[in-house]
């Protein structure tokens, strides 16, 4: 089993529509969590990191977390071309000691006009 | 404030050849993780030095070696160069403390090795 697993996609959505993209992570003791966009040939860019169970919302994103079930979810709201790009779900396991930051392969999303 | 700097942001190097490539990371940052990145295997962590210290180790060959100053700026250096380590290279900063882990890319070095 991945560390942190991810559906590579591509998902398919309309402008407008609401984007969902799920991530799974193994470690059961993960304390951090993030959600990173890259655009092809770009360096990944945080959109934001969460760390207690529930929502968090930033613009027109929101960050889900549920530890019990081991998921983490980002949810974009009226989807724009521009948010075509790779999500990249970012967990650092553990709670002692120097965790390192696994990333999941990513999941590529499209956005449609 | 300036954001995570890497130098070179391309290369081109030959079989069998070495290279070093730099990082500043964002001011104030003690941390600095480096991935490689390919079309195939995604993100893959290489190391991470926390005030010039080697904290945490991905599993590459001895080949793949770094470094961290007293300023905290990073290199990392691949020796003995093979065809598959053509990748793009990123480095990433963080705080690592208590209240913030956060990482932070720089625009990343694109290896290609003839």
């Known amino acids: 089993q991945k560390e942190v697993e991810q559906n590579s996609g591509p998902l398919s959505v309309p402008e407008g529509a609401i984007a969902s993209l799920n991530c799974t992570y193994s470690d059961r003791v993960s304390q951090s969590f993030f959600w990173y966009r890259q655009y092809s040939g770009k360096s990944p860019e945080l959109i934001m990191s969460i760390y207690s169970n529930g929502d968090k919302e930033d613009g027109r994103f929101t960050a889900q977390l549920n530890k019990a079930s081991q998921y983490v979810s980002l949810l974009i709201r009226d989807s724009q071309p521009s948010d075509s790009a790779t999500y990249l779900c970012?967990?650092?396991?553990?709670?002692?000691?120097?965790?390192?930051?696994?990333f999941g392969t990513g999941t590529r999303l499209l956005v449609s006009p | 404030k300036a954001g995570v700097t890497q130098t070179p942001r391309y290369l081109i190097k030959t079989r069998g050849q070495q290279v070093t490539l730099s990082c500043s990371p964002i001011?104030?940052?003690?941390?600095v993780s480096w991935y490689q990145q390919t079309p195939g295997q995604g993100l893959q962590f290489l190391f991470e030095?926390?005030?010039?210290?080697?904290?945490n180790k991905g599993n590459f060959p001895g080949r793949f070696s770094g470094r961290q100053f007293s300023n905290s700026r990073s290199e990392m250096n691949v020796s003995t160069l093979e065809l598959g380590d053509s990748a793009l290279y990123l480095c990433?900063?963080?705080?690592?403390?208590?209240?913030?882990?956060?990482?932070?890319f720089g625009p990343g070095t694109r290896l290609t090795v003839l």
């Open positions: 030095y926390f005030s010039e210290t080697q904290r």
């Open positions: 970012a967990v650092r396991g553990g709670n002692t000691g120097f965790q390192k930051l696994v």
């Open positions: 990433a900063s963080s705080f690592r403390d208590r209240d913030s882990d956060t990482q932070y």
């Open positions: 001011s104030g940052h003690r941390s």
